[in-house]
């Protein structure tokens, strides 16, 4: 095994290539810190020379100090305070040009040890103590053994973190030997930390115990690094209830795997959330236990409840929260709550995703006992097999409902909370990913001076409505968010940040939210980003929900961009150019990327365009459909170049689009040509909105070896003959791509306009030559005294000859 202190670039490190700007946070050294104490630290990777600082996403966890600053290497003094809870924290490092990607950093109960190679073989471990942290590295076909001397009577208590340093998909194993080399106790995965195990037993005698670490199936790699807590810590697998109502204090049962017991009162906090840590008062975990807290009442299982005869009755209407262990194999668990005829209730099991083993099946029924509802694995996306489900009750009453293992499994650990609830308003917001597997790129806010940065942020609204502003405390120095009022019928818009010239450079997890402006609405909107810390291809092993806003100012860039405001409007099932320039340093003159962040719906563009080297402009067309929403948008650009030290951002100020109905719209009927040959294209127009002044038409789209000359329009023409001239190579078919282009005059410039889009023009071969004429009859001669003779009726006119006829008369006129 190479020694520990040579660091890889790690599998999450950032590509060289595609974010050369950004500085490349690879690994740590230590990978954690004890609690309450300062710890000397190294930050690795790459472009560290500019290191300004570190942004943590934890209070309690601060920078005191940088010692060597190198490219490749930071060294510094984090100072962790007491208070600070264990387990894994975040933080991204920060540079004068950029934000690093978001990592792990783990604190621990315990002071670090560094594996001591060779000890890799049982009868060579490396001696450690007990209430120590090792930190090590499992290479190819390794094995690592320690040696701790234990008591008959104690506990000896091991946690690993592998995965959760988020360096690798490393699956660890752990073991505890007796020096006759009898495995005593082992732990592989983990339902509360997956990948990562955990142990606690008892130790039968007097003597060495030999700890063996290894990967499990002995492959392990350059990346797999690992923590391992020795110690005589409790290790809960479970709590019980698993949640409580916000605000209040819940007796909680710790319950180990073993079935141990500890209590304690513990008190809610006053905020819902999903995974609230919870952590034994006396000699705690080096991780902790999670628990649900909502706003709903406890509805605890009372057995025997394993019937419907017998079931725990609620007494209860949702929404409740009910709690249960499904204590034996077979075990099944009835419960009856209150519904209503038309009642909407969402029932989400609460198992794995609380480090539960139960793998769920949830059922309700009707008083007779036959099924209505049911499910196993309801919650899709994650790598938890909990139950979630919708009923709508068809009938006022009580319905039963049970819940048990599918595999029919049953423990002391398996515990469960079900959350049945109408449909709860809420708001969520994220940004999305901006590459293919790739959930971290442009995922911070890296503001330069004097310029802009913006993101993109996608809105999910369920059963809340209204207009809504976000609210953005403890900004750097210096930033402001640019952001208009979200209109409550908008999902998605671009959120712009902007920086002094003279701001410092410094940088923060900022909380974000959306409010909402009407007073009566109580829905705050929550940020909520899915971060991926171990992926391998299509495989996420390890991913972390953030609720802050990484936000930073950097030194300037050598350009900025602007997008030029149009002196006219966008018409529905019209067109628009939107210049974008590039205003650049001296000296600075590579190309830049524009990225097109956002449109409204109904608006299509390109999704970006360049402006060359050396160059200043470049135009995004923007093509509106007919049902665009008519108003005022805001929109801006982010710009990508290449310079100096890599990719630099820079975002351009709002600029107002305006969208107005339509002038004129329009319709074409099939028409037919045959090659080499003449025909009319008519197209009847509708007046919508009149207009001062002639316009131009012309057809667009027509094939090669058709020509259609332009005609002019005013706001009283209906409709209009386009002259179709065809030579011989025009292509013989349907073409079904033509329409009408309108260029429409209007103050400040010309509107385009785009109607009768799909218009059909159909060539044809032309027919065979004709055979000769045949020579007429003479005539009969008149006779005396007959009849005179009828003359035939007129040809009745066509609506196309009308038209001509009318305008070769205007025309002789």
């Not at 649900?292 to 406890?298: A, G, H, K, L, W």
């Amino acid at each position: 095994m190479k020694i520990f202190t040579q660091f890889l670039i790690v599998l999450l490190a950032i590509p060289s290539v595609a974010s050369a700007a950004l500085p490349v946070f690879s690994a740590s050294k230590p990978a954690g810190m004890q609690r309450g104490v300062d710890t000397k630290i190294s930050f690795t990777g790459d472009r560290l020379e500019d290191f300004e600082g570190a942004i943590f996403y934890s209070p309690g966890i601060s920078l005191k100090s940088v010692d060597k600053v190198e490219k490749g290497k930071v060294d510094a003094t984090i100072s962790i305070a007491p208070d600070v809870p264990l387990g894994n924290h975040f933080l991204r490092l920060r540079t004068k040009s950029g934000i690093s990607f978001m990592r792990h950093i783990m604190v621990g109960p315990y002071p670090n040890v560094e594996e001591k190679e060779p000890n890799n073989d049982f009868e060579t471990p490396q001696l450690v103590e007990f209430n120590q942290t090792i930190e090590g590295l499992v290479g190819s076909e390794d094995v690592d053994y320690y040696k701790v001397a234990a008591k008959k009577g104690q506990r000896i208590s091991l946690e690993i973190e592998g995965l959760r340093l988020g360096h690798a998909a490393f699956d660890s194993f752990i073991a505890v030997f007796n020096s006759k080399r009898f495995e005593l106790a082992s732990s592989d995965d983990t339902i509360l930390n997956v990948q990562d195990g955990y142990l606690s037993m008892i130790a039968p005698e007097d003597g060495d115990y030999i700890v063996q670490v290894r990967e499990s199936s002995y492959r392990g790699s350059g990346n797999s690094f690992y923590r391992l807590h020795v110690g005589s810590f409790r290790r809960p697998d479970v709590c019980y209830p698993s949640g409580g109502k916000i605000g209040t204090t819940q007796k909680i049962k710790f319950i180990e795997s073993d079935g141990g017991v500890i209590e304690e009162d513990v008190v809610l906090p006053s905020e819902p959330t999903n995974k609230y840590p919870l952590y034994l008062k006396e000699n705690p975990a080096p991780s902790g236990n999670v628990l649900r807290v909502s706003p709903y009442d406890n509805a605890m299982e009372v057995e025997p409840n394993d019937t419907v005869a017998t079931a725990t009755n609620t007494g209860m209407s949702p929404p409740l929260a009910i709690n249960g262990i499904i204590e034996k194999p077979g075990d099944i668990d009835f419960f009856k709550l209150k519904l209503v005829k038309g009642q909407k209730v969402d029932f989400i099991t609460y198992a794995q995703t609380l480090g539960s083993p139960l793998d769920s099946v949830a059922v309700v029924y009707n008083a007779a006992g036959g099924g209505l509802a049911s499910n196993d694995d309801g919650n899709v996306g994650s790598r938890k097999l909990d139950s979630k489900f919708v009923f709508t009750a068809p009938e006022d009453g009580e319905y039963p409902f049970s819940i048990t293992d599918h595999l029919g499994r049953g423990g002391a650990n398996f515990v469960y909370r079900i959350e049945a609830e109408a449909s709860v308003p809420s708001v969520t917001f994220s940004s999305p990913d901006y590459s293919v597997n790739d959930s971290q790129k442009r995922q911070f806010i890296a503001v330069p001076r004097g310029n802009r940065y913006a993101t993109l942020v996608n809105i999910i609204r369920n059963n809340a409505s209204g207009d809504m502003t976000f609210d953005l405390p403890n900004l750097p120095p210096g930033v402001k968010v640019i952001a208009p009022v979200i209109l409550g019928t908008q999902n998605s818009f671009p959120l712009l940040f902007e920086a002094d010239v003279a701001a410092p450079l410094s940088g923060a997890s900022v909380p974000i939210t959306l409010k909402p402006n009407d007073p009566a609405q109580k829905v705050v909107g929550k940020l909520s980003q899915i971060i991926d810390i171990v992926r391998v291809g299509n495989t996420i092993y390890k991913q972390e929900k953030i609720d802050k806003l990484p936000v930073a100012v950097i030194e300037e860039v050598p350009y900025t961009l602007e997008l030029v405001k149009p002196t006219v409007p966008i018409v529905t099932n019209g067109s628009l150019n939107l210049k974008v320039i590039a205003k650049r340093k001296e000296g600075f003159k590579a190309a830049i990327r524009v990225l097109m962040l956002w449109r409204p719906p109904g608006i299509n563009s390109q999704g970006e365009v360049e402006i060359p080297a050396e160059q200043n402009e470049a135009t995004f067309t923007l093509d509106s459909q007919g049902d665009v929403v008519p108003g005022t948008y805001q929109f801006t650009v982010m710009g990508e170049a290449e310079g100096g030290n890599g990719t630099i951002y820079a975002a351009s100020p709002y600029t107002d689009i305006t969208v107005t109905p339509a002038h004129i719209t329009g319709t074409v009927q099939l028409t037919a040509v045959d090659q080499g040959k003449e025909t009319d294209f008519v197209c009847t127009l509708e007046q919508k909105v009149p207009f001062e002044g002639e316009a131009t038409a012309q057809i667009i789209g027509v094939p090669t070896g058709v020509t259609v000359g332009p005609i002019t329009i005013n706001k009283g023409s209906k409709d209009v003959i386009f002259k179709v001239k065809t030579d011989a190579t025009a292509p013989v078919g349907k073409h079904a791509t033509l329409f009408c282009q309108v260029d429409v005059p209007v103050p400040g410039g010309t509107t385009i306009h785009r109607i009768a889009g799909g218009s059909i023009l159909r060539i044809d071969t032309p027919p065979p030559m004709a055979a000769a004429p045949v020579v007429a009859a003479a005539a009969a001669p008149v006779v005396a005294g007959a009849p005179p003779a009828v003359e035939a009726p007129k040809k009745q006119l066509t609506r196309l000859e009308q038209l001509r006829l009318d305008q070769n008369k205007a025309a002789a006129k």
